[in-house]
């Protein structure tokens, strides 16, 4: 058993469903502060919902004031979803069990294989490196499955706060397809969702002169609303979509007509596009169809995106080098912290093993990419300092 295994074993076995940490984080924290690193947990949340966060940090032996070293940051959660039925899975999701070569247990595959070789992989390059240029640290939280508001976000406001500075961020997300290291995440799109309440004049349906359907009034403008081009996207990523995700109006009766409308909706953006500018746009075609609503936004997050550089590049050739992969950019999928670690840090990708299984009844993971993942981060350390 390799070291990685090893701890990505232990991992699993401490069950840690969101917000719980259940001494993830104290485990990785007792491994890093003989290297040097320098833990802090910082807490966040309501009694009911503690979230516990983990900032380490070790500062290069070279850094100083007028020479500081760059930083590079492995970010990852240590919560992982709810199992699901019991009785569904083939062995106890906190029982590390290997079937047929692979690892079983939730978390394998997200995340906790990759907090496992973000640990093994310092060690060994601090091995090797003592003296590095390279300041290191790992930002881990236990509220990433989660509403993910007491999380990697308070972090990075207080790291801001404190003039922090972060140069480089790996987050361990498992974005690969088939084998480690075939497909990282060079950006994510942007989240918006908005509910918009559409005011009509409830009546019998046999007098409809009487009333006002705000279904019918609405029609015209959801018919224009779904078939705008928001914007045409970029080379990084795909056109901006508007999605309705429900619509709900009505007493039940079969004949009244209701006298309010519901609509829930979410815009996936890309950079090409901003909050205000998808605000203004559609406020625009409500107010042209003489429409009288309200709306309620929330911002989920903003799209970010690091184009091939020194992070990338590095990312690149260390795939090359540790799986003989011409890894693929992708900026496809949901969100993930590095939509908050981005505001802080200007180059961010994401990089972890084969996400087939994650979040389902008998997540797992291949033995076989448990090491190449640990020596492919190690790589990037290695040639971050070339």
Same mark, same amino acid.
């Given at each position: 058993? +390799?070291?990685?295994?090893?701890?990505?074993?232990?991992?699993?076995?401490?069950?840690?469903?969101?917000?719980?940490?259940?001494?993830?984080?104290? =485990?990785?924290?007792?491994?890093?502060? !003989?290297?040097?690193?320098?833990?802090? +947990?910082?807490?966040?949340?309501?009694?009911?919902?503690?979230?516990?966060?983990?900032?380490?940090?070790?500062?290069?032996?070279?850094?100083?004031?007028?020479?500081?070293?760059?930083?590079?940051?492995?970010?990852?959660?240590?919560?992982?979803?709810?199992?699901? !039925?019991?009785?569904?899975?083939?062995?106890?999701?906190?029982?590390?069990?290997?079937?047929?070569?692979?690892?079983?247990?939730?978390?394998?595959?997200?995340?906790?294989?990759?907090?496992?070789?973000?640990?093994?992989?310092?060690? /060994?390059?601090?091995?090797?490196?003592?003296?590095?240029?390279?300041?290191?640290?790992?930002?881990?939280?236990?509220?990433?499955?989660?509403?993910?508001?007491?999380?990697?976000?308070?972090?990075?406001?207080?790291?801001?706060?404190?003039? /922090?500075?972060?140069?480089?961020?790996?987050?361990?997300?498992?974005?690969?397809?088939?084998?480690?290291?075939?497909?990282?995440?060079?950006?994510?799109?942007?989240?918006?969702?908005?509910?918009?309440?559409?005011?009509?004049?409830?009546?019998?349906?046999?007098? !409809?002169?009487?009333?006002?359907?705000?279904?019918?009034?609405?029609?015209?403008?959801?018919?224009?609303?779904?078939?705008?081009?928001?914007?045409?996207?970029?080379?990084?990523?795909?056109?901006?979509?508007?999605? #309705?995700?429900?619509?709900?109006?009505?007493?039940?009766?079969?004949?009244?007509?209701?006298?309010?409308?519901?609509?829930?909706?979410?815009?996936?953006?890309?950079?090409?596009?901003?909050?205000?500018?998808?605000?203004?746009? =559609?406020?625009?075609?409500?107010?042209?169809?003489?429409?009288?609503?309200?709306?309620?936004?929330?911002?989920?997050?903003?799209?970010?995106?690091?184009?091939?550089?020194? =992070?990338?590049?590095?990312?690149?050739?260390?795939?090359?080098?540790?799986?003989?992969?011409?890894? /693929?950019?992708?900026? +496809?999928?949901? +969100?993930?912290?590095?939509?908050?670690?981005?505001?802080?840090? !200007?180059?961010? #990708?994401?990089?972890?093993?084969?996400?087939?299984?994650?979040?389902?009844?008998?997540?797992?993971?291949?033995?076989?990419?448990?090491?190449? =993942?640990?020596?492919?981060?190690?790589?990037?350390? /290695?040639?971050?300092?070339?």
């Amino acid at each position: 058993m +390799t070291r990685t295994l090893a701890l990505t074993e232990e991992l699993i076995a401490l069950a840690s469903p969101t917000p719980q940490d259940a001494g993830c984080q104290a =485990l990785i924290a007792s491994r890093l502060a !003989p290297l040097g690193f320098v833990c802090e +947990t910082m807490l966040s949340g309501p009694e009911n919902f503690r979230v516990s966060n983990l900032w380490a940090k070790r500062v290069s032996t070279r850094s100083n004031a007028s020479q500081p070293g760059k930083l590079l940051v492995f970010a990852g959660h240590t919560d992982v979803v709810p199992t699901g !039925p019991l009785t569904q899975w083939t062995s106890d999701p906190f029982v590390p069990t290997h079937r047929d070569g692979k690892l079983y247990g939730r978390g394998a595959s997200d995340m906790k294989t990759s907090l496992a070789a973000f640990v093994v992989a310092i060690e /060994e390059f601090l091995a090797q490196q003592p003296d590095t240029p390279l300041s290191l640290a790992l930002l881990l939280t236990s509220d990433e499955e989660g509403p993910s508001v007491d999380g990697t976000v308070v972090v990075c406001e207080r790291l801001k706060a404190r003039g /922090e500075v972060l140069d480089f961020c790996i987050v361990g997300e498992p974005t690969s397809v088939t084998r480690t290291g075939d497909m990282i995440k060079n950006g994510r799109r942007g989240t918006m969702s908005g509910k918009l309440t559409v005011q009509g004049v409830q009546g019998h349906i046999a007098y !409809p002169h009487l009333a006002k359907n705000p279904i019918h009034l609405f029609a015209p403008a959801m018919a224009e609303l779904t078939g705008i081009v928001w914007d045409k996207g970029n080379d990084f990523f795909p056109p901006t979509t508007w999605q #309705i995700s429900n619509i709900h109006a009505g007493t039940g009766a079969s004949n009244v007509i209701p006298g309010q409308l519901i609509v829930d909706f979410n815009f996936r953006f890309c950079t090409e596009s901003t909050p205000q500018s998808l605000q203004q746009t =559609l406020i625009a075609v409500l107010e042209k169809h003489g429409l009288t609503y309200s709306l309620d936004w929330v911002i989920n997050g903003l799209p970010f995106l690091t184009t091939p550089g020194t =992070l990338v590049n590095a990312v690149r050739q260390a795939i090359r080098d540790e799986a003989g992969l011409e890894t /693929e950019l992708s900026t +496809t999928g949901g +969100t993930s912290d590095g939509r908050f670690i981005s505001q802080i840090c !200007p180059e961010v #990708i994401e990089l972890g093993p084969p996400n087939a299984s994650i979040h389902k009844i008998d997540e797992h993971i291949a033995v076989a990419d448990i090491e190449p =993942l640990k020596n492919i981060y190690r790589r990037v350390m /290695e040639n971050l300092c070339a």
